[in-house]
């Protein structure tokens, strides 16, 4: 098993630039989520899906969009990149389709909005 | 609502000395504390957790005791080992299911 596999590892967007970080897991877990990381503040949950066609926001959402039209793949999009998203994501997935269980993260994406 | 605070790193050991990172929490009713560790390079492993009070997660040397009466899960290891450079994330779980973390307490240990 990969686990949950994030590309890209690094990114640099200019400013109104749109991207999409690709998130995949192989391990049939339903739930899989979108968290960013900034210093000094933890992480925090962008968006979630708790299965395929499902998703809802988390705590930050403004500025990203989200899909999950299979269960493997639970992509990022940013529409008009802002220097405020400079910051580390990291995509997790969880077994079921509750985040009561364990979350298996990936590796991270660290992304550079100039 | 609910939170985590941790100690502010980096933390800085020799190899084989005594580790504590404090974690304390706010939070209604009863959490569920967590422990995650970062690898230079790698996602976010889950290291120990706890789900009650009283209840002591371990897991390769480290501890953790779920103290509600001082709203505290330190981490604690014995003995340090350079492999164990990291950055460890406290976290809690409460009545929403969703996890709120710590700020990340790097550790260097030097041998």
């Known amino acids: 098993n990969a686990g949950v596999t994030q590309t890209p590892k690094f990114q640099v967007l200019k400013t109104g630039q749109s991207m999409t970080l690709q998130c995949a897991q192989d391990?049939?877990?339903?739930?899989m989520s979108w968290y960013r990381q900034d210093p000094g503040m933890g992480l925090r949950l962008i968006h979630y899906?708790?299965?395929?066609?499902?998703?809802d926001q988390g705590e930050v959402p403004n500025g990203y969009n989200v899909s999950r039209s299979t269960t493997e793949d639970f992509p990022l999009r940013l529409l008009s990149a802002a220097p405020s998203q400079t910051s580390v994501y990291f995509c997790?997935?969880?077994?079921?389709?509750?985040?009561?269980?364990?979350?298996?993260f990936g590796p991270g994406t660290r992304l550079t909005v100039t | 609502g609910n939170s985590v605070t941790q100690m502010e790193g980096p933390v800085t050991l020799s190899e084989e000395a005594f580790l504590t990172i404090n974690c304390t929490y706010t939070?209604?009713?009863?959490?569920?504390l967590f422990w995650y560790v970062q690898y230079p390079g790698e996602g976010l492993q889950l290291l120990l957790k706890?789900?009650?009070?009283?209840d002591k997660g371990s897991n390769k040397g480290f501890e953790a005791t779920y103290r509600k009466e001082t709203t505290s899960f330190h981490l604690e290891k014995g003995s340090v080992q350079v492999s164990d450079s990291a950055v460890y994330f406290c976290?809690?779980?409460?009545?929403?299911?969703?996890?709120?973390f710590g700020t990340g307490t790097r550790l260097q240990v030097f041998p």
């Open positions: 706890a789900t009650k009070a009283d």
């Open positions: 997790a997935s969880a077994g079921g389709a509750s985040r009561k269980n364990e979350q298996y």
């Open positions: 976290a809690l779980r409460g009545n929403t299911d969703k996890l709120i």
């Open positions: 899906s708790v299965g395929a066609g499902i998703t």
């Open positions: 939070a209604t009713g009863y959490p569920s």
């Open positions: 391990m049939n877990h339903e739930y």
